[in-house]
């Protein structure tokens, strides 16, 4: 009889922590999401601003075609740097 | 006309028109919502903070619970040092968080969905993040284009992706809230012409969608808000303690 009142608390204990478990993982998807949101910006707008410095480069130095591509690909290296920085935020903190 | 889901968007003014030197300055509908939205966020306040009671009533539970919120986040990314930032970032999340909440009603209009509005509030993060980065560190700030470990023949390279980088901040944060919220009011009004256009016959089907989509936007109103008050903490980190 013992034995069977022991088992129920136990059970009830580890019934509580699954909910528990389950609970916190609701609050995290959220956040996940926003994180998501986060890098898939990131890749852009760095390639956006590398573009722009390439373009307002050519337009000063009159090499028309020339920095903007350069600056096309540079941007492009910085927003997989900025993924690449931000992955690795989230993965700390996990 | 009122089927043109990109009308919601427009500007106009109200009231006369006023010139300062060349630079228009009327008041316009877009700032109409933001005065809206600043006076929702200062009667919360002032209705939650004044009778404090240990058991609180349900205003002063949800003022209370912002503060903890973001005392909590300044905390977790930004350290214990931040605090002093706090009004800042408690201000930006708020100011962000009642005009989307604010643009959900309907015939309202939502101030950040103008990317000039969240350009501007990602720009005095950007300005004053860079400032204070100088303050503390000196010339020692620019430390953080030049990673540790790098061969020297990289680092030209090395460095102008690292500024790009840190370039890029503003625009990803502005864009972000700007497309996000753009995004989610044109698609609203799209199934809402849909209902329209389709009549008693076929209409429930987009009527249902517009309603799941705009519990959606309520979930993306708040999440665009928080995120722009993490990034701006995260921001705020890199400055206050330099390091990779």
Same mark, same amino acid.
């Given at each position: 009889?013992?034995?069977?009142?022991?088992?129920?608390?136990?059970?009830?204990?580890?019934?509580?922590?699954?909910?528990? @478990?389950?609970?916190?993982?609701?609050?995290?998807? /959220? /956040?996940?999401?926003?994180?998501?949101?986060?890098?898939?910006?990131?890749?852009?707008?760095?390639?956006?601003?590398?573009? %722009?410095?390439?373009?307002?480069?050519?337009?000063?130095?009159?090499?028309?075609?020339?920095?903007?591509?350069?600056?096309?690909?540079?941007?492009? /290296?910085?927003?997989?740097? @900025?993924?690449?920085?931000?992955?690795?935020?989230?993965?700390?903190?996990? | 006309? /009122?089927?043109?889901?990109?009308?919601?968007?427009?500007?106009?003014?109200?009231?006369?028109?006023?010139?300062?030197?060349?630079?228009?300055?009327?008041?316009?509908?877009?700032?109409?919502?933001?005065?809206?939205?600043?006076?929702?966020?200062?009667?919360?306040?002032?209705?939650?903070?004044?009778?404090?009671?240990?058991?609180?009533?349900?205003?002063?539970?949800? %003022?209370?619970?912002?503060?903890?919120?973001?005392?909590?986040?300044? @905390?977790?990314?930004?350290?214990?040092?931040?605090?002093?930032?706090?009004?800042?970032?408690?201000?930006?999340?708020?100011?962000?968080?009642?005009?989307?909440?604010? =643009?959900?009603?309907?015939?309202?209009?939502?101030?950040?969905?103008?990317?000039?509005?969240?350009?501007?509030?990602?720009?005095?993060?950007?300005?004053?993040?860079?400032?204070?980065?100088?303050?503390?560190?000196?010339?020692?700030?620019?430390?953080?284009?030049?990673?540790?470990?790098?061969?020297?023949?990289?680092?030209?390279?090395?460095?102008?992706?690292?500024?790009?980088?840190?370039?890029?901040?503003?625009?990803?944060?502005?864009?972000?809230?700007?497309?996000?919220?753009?995004?989610?009011?044109?698609?609203?009004?799209?199934?809402?012409?849909?209902?329209?256009?389709?009549?008693?016959?076929?209409?429930?089907?987009?009527?249902?969608?517009?309603?799941?989509? %705009? =519990?959606?936007?309520?979930?993306?109103?708040?999440?665009?808000?928080?995120?722009?008050?993490?990034?701006?903490?995260?921001?705020? @980190?890199?400055?206050?303690?330099?390091?990779?």
């Amino acid at each position: 009889m013992k034995k069977i009142k022991e088992i129920t608390t136990r059970l009830e204990i580890a019934k509580k922590n699954i909910n528990n @478990n389950q609970k916190n993982d609701k609050s995290s998807n /959220a /956040a996940s999401l926003g994180k998501a949101l986060k890098i898939s910006t990131e890749l852009v707008a760095a390639v956006f601003v590398g573009s %722009t410095i390439g373009f307002l480069l050519d337009n000063w130095f009159d090499t028309k075609p020339l920095l903007t591509i350069c600056f096309f690909f540079i941007g492009v /290296a910085a927003g997989i740097l @900025n993924v690449f920085k931000s992955a690795k935020k989230m993965h700390k903190k996990i | 006309m /009122a089927t043109n889901p990109m009308h919601q968007f427009e500007v106009y003014k109200i009231g006369p028109e006023i010139n300062l030197g060349g630079i228009n300055l009327s008041f316009t509908n877009s700032s109409l919502f933001m005065v809206i939205s600043s006076a929702l966020i200062l009667l919360l306040l002032f209705f939650g903070t004044k009778r404090k009671s240990l058991v609180p009533s349900k205003i002063q539970l949800v %003022t209370e619970m912002s503060y903890t919120f973001i005392a909590k986040m300044i @905390n977790d990314t930004a350290g214990s040092n931040a605090k002093t930032f706090f009004p800042f970032i408690f201000t930006l999340f708020m100011f962000v968080l009642f005009s989307n909440m604010v =643009g959900m009603l309907p015939y309202s209009f939502t101030v950040t969905s103008h990317i000039i509005v969240t350009f501007v509030l990602a720009a005095m993060v950007f300005i004053g993040v860079t400032i204070l980065g100088f303050v503390k560190h000196g010339i020692k700030y620019l430390e953080l284009f030049v990673p540790k470990g790098v061969p020297m023949a990289l680092l030209p390279l090395i460095i102008i992706i690292e500024i790009i980088s840190y370039l890029s901040r503003p625009v990803s944060l502005s864009v972000r809230l700007f497309a996000n919220m753009m995004a989610g009011h044109t698609m609203l009004k799209v199934f809402g012409g849909f209902v329209i256009s389709l009549g008693l016959l076929g209409g429930w089907l987009p009527l249902g969608f517009s309603v799941a989509l %705009t =519990g959606l936007e309520i979930l993306v109103a708040f999440l665009q808000a928080y995120v722009f008050a993490i990034l701006t903490c995260i921001y705020l @980190n890199d400055a206050l303690n330099l390091h990779h």
